[in-house]
């Protein structure tokens, strides 16, 4: 007699745990860990999958029901996914159901059942090679370097961090570490933290490997994704590219795994899991024991650390000190003493540059025309009814806009407390404020502000890059959110001129991650700019001594982490620990704030470990959607341990179904 310990597909913290089942004399030698079964539970049918097979059970015999079938439709996981999924489940405080998902198909069974039965005919439509043909990189995009040409023939676990490497040189290394891991019949698979970058990698590889390659991520169809799915999962793409998601993708065999821009935000998980991809690349290379390679000019606080003072990694200067190419001129314009959003000096250097031809590219951190509207006659703020934060105000549109959950409301121009007419004030400045100023100031200039109110479909939206790309001399202003969807592409040819309108703003948010993103933020900028040594960059501030702006100015990456890592670890915040928001949300404030304390209690009740809590308290962002939001705040440098505690403790924790608790490792915002 054989027994399989079986998770239910239930994401609830409360059956976060194996049950018994017997396996009928049928199924025993299909039956196996990861496969997906079919089970008797509380008098109805789930799905599960097993995670272990054994000979005995310390369950008695009469109370043991049977395995009633195997989801044939579904491949079982891997013995290695089995140990990344537990492993994930512990590290991210989730329920093990709900991590496995990450791993299956993405379609429900019986609509994959409907996508295979379209490929009986020709099975072959998701084979591959077993073993990729001997290929050879172009000539001139060979890159030799004997740590990443060690790691990929040795067979061990090796972290690796690129810096300071250019472009052109990490297309070139991209397309040798494939090329090289594929000779040695194992597999490749390249992260990337946005779809444009995807493409880009994809459309630089040599063209032998582009034939081996798949393309991966969020927007691609359902159909689409089940082919790209099946088609790894038999070998037919030993090279994959995409966004967070592909490295739960079935990939057998790896050889290599690439994240590139690892110190992008994009890699984090904002949904309920809130997994973080970095930490899920580096447990599942050294499980296969296999390299890791992170690419980054400006690699994250944590990761420099630990790639500089763990025994198993190591960081590779590229040798490229300069990263954008070209020593542009960094100027610093001091705001002390006055109101006004551009400088003496930078209209003077934006009226230069158009006269030239040239393009002038603005940085403003702040959408719409104001932040705030205030009534100078009651000093009433007009608030999100949803949310706890005051409302945007957009004068193209016309309406107050919240940016929490974008809830909208018409502009009358009347105060709705007092009904004044004239005596409201428009607080901030936005970048539709700075785009009337520009076109004030330069009526013989097009300016482009960057912003999808703007863009009615993706023909307008095309439409609209399309002008700017072709327009010169032109003013464009951009903020950091849109950003993030166009850097890199050719729309920003021919900016010779980049100012940040605002920097002291960039560190308005309360939070330990604020250094690093800003001087993240300022190379991000700087790698726009056209490659010629004329190219400046102007950075307004009334703080002209910050000594992030001095590190960046003076080209001090060193100095930059030293005196990051030192002020890190004074307060002992990441990477001197690791840090868990837990947040406890519902549309009742006294019954949030009274889980929030409950919860507080129960924490505090663990022992064996090493941890600080903090709170509870009301978060930063205290109601968001009408919803309530309390949290609560570990310190712990025994993370493993005290999460597996914690996972307990939440499984006994009794809650109203109104109120809903994530557990956020590692996050991104304590907000």
């Known amino acids: 007699m054989k027994y399989a310990e079986v998770y239910i597909d239930i994401k609830t913290p409360e059956v976060n745990q194996p049950f018994d089942y017997e396996i009928p004399e049928n199924l025993i030698d299909e039956v196996k860990p990861g496969c997906p079964v079919l089970v008797p539970f509380r008098n109805r049918r789930e799905k599960g999958f097993v995670s272990r097979v054994k000979s005995a ?225 580096l447990k599942l290379c050294r499980l296969m024991k296999i390299p890791a390679v992170f690419i980054s000019n400006t690699p994250s606080v944590s990761s420099y650390h630990k790639f500089k003072y763990t025994g198993e990694m190591q960081i590779i200067d590229w040798g490229s000190r300069n990263c954008t190419g070209y020593d542009f001129k960094k100027i610093i314009a001091d705001l002390t003493g006055q109101d006004f959003i551009i400088t003496g000096e930078l209209h003077k250097n934006i009226f230069d540059t158009v006269k030239e031809g040239s393009k002038v590219l603005l940085f403003s951190n702040k959408k719409g025309y104001s932040s705030f509207i205030i009534c100078k006659k009651c000093g009433y703020i007009p608030k999100c009814e949803r949310c706890s934060t005051s409302l945007k105000y957009h004068r193209q549109s016309n309406i107050l806009i919240c940016h929490h959950c974008s809830r909208k409301e018409s502009f009358s121009g009347i105060c709705t407390r007092c009904g004044s007419r004239n005596d409201l004030c428009f607080r901030g400045t936005g970048s539709e404020k700075i785009e009337l100023s520009l076109k004030k100031r330069f009526p013989d200039v097009k300016v482009f502000r960057i912003d999808p109110e703007l863009f009615k479909d993706t023909e307008s939206r095309i439409g609209f890059f399309d002008e700017m790309k072709n327009t010169n001399p032109a003013i464009l202003i951009s903020t950091s959110a849109l950003l993030g969807n166009i850097i890199g592409s050719s729309v920003f040819e021919n900016i010779t001129l980049l100012a940040v309108l605002d920097f002291d703003g960039l560190f308005a948010m309360p939070d330990f991650h604020v250094n690093e993103r800003v001087y993240q933020l300022l190379y991000k900028l700087g790698s726009l700019l056209k490659n010629d040594s004329g190219s400046k960059f102007i950075i307004q501030t009334r703080n002209p001594k910050n000594r992030i702006l001095r590190n960046f100015t003076d080209n001090n990456d060193d100095a930059f982490f030293a005196e990051e890592l030192a002020s890190r670890k004074e307060l002992d915040y990441p990477p001197f620990s690791n840090i868990i928001n837990i947040v406890v949300s519902g549309i009742n404030e006294d019954s949030v704030a009274a889980h929030a304390e409950a919860l507080a209690s129960v924490i505090g009740s663990i022992s064996s470990t090493d941890f600080m809590m903090l709170g509870p308290n009301p978060a930063p962002f205290l109601k968001i959607n009408l919803n309530y939001r309390w949290h609560i705040i570990i310190k712990t440098k025994m993370l493993l341990h005290f999460n597996s505690k914690l996972l307990k403790k939440l499984k006994g924790f009794k809650k109203d179904k109104s109120i809903k608790i994530i557990a956020d490792v590692d996050p991104l915002w304590i907000l």
């Open 57 to 281: 059970s310390k369950i008695n015999t009469g109370q043991i029901k049977q395995i009633e079938e195997i989801i044939d439709a579904i491949p079982a996981i891997s013995l290695t996914s089995l140990k990344l999924i537990h492993w994930m489940s512990v590290y991210f405080i989730q329920p093990l159901s709900k991590i496995k998902d990450l791993f299956a198909p993405p379609a429900g069974i019986k609509k994959i059942r409907n996508f295979l039965k379209k490929y009986d005919a020709d099975p072959s439509v998701f084979h591959g090679e077993s073993c990729a043909p001997d290929i050879c990189p172009e000539p001139e995009k060979q890159v030799v370097f004997p740590e990443l040409e060690e790691s990929i023939n040795s067979r061990k676990f090796k972290g690796l961090l690129i810096h300071n490497i250019l472009k052109d040189q990490k297309s070139n290394l991209i397309n040798t570490l494939c090329v090289k891991t594929l000779n040695t019949c194992r597999n490749v698979i390249i992260l990337v933290p946005e779809i444009q970058i995807a493409e880009g990698i994809y459309s630089r590889l040599d063209n032998a490997l582009k034939k081996l390659a798949c393309i991966y991520h969020s927007e691609k169809s359902e159909p689409e994704k089940l082919r790209i799915w099946y088609g790894v999962f038999f070998n037919k793409y030993p090279i994959i590219i995409g966004t967070r998601s592909a490295v739960f993708l079935p990939a057998k065999n790896t050889g290599l795994i690439i994240i590139d821009e690892e110190h992008d935000s994009s890699y984090k998980d904002m949904s309920i899991i809130r997994y973080g991809t970095r930490e899920i690349v």
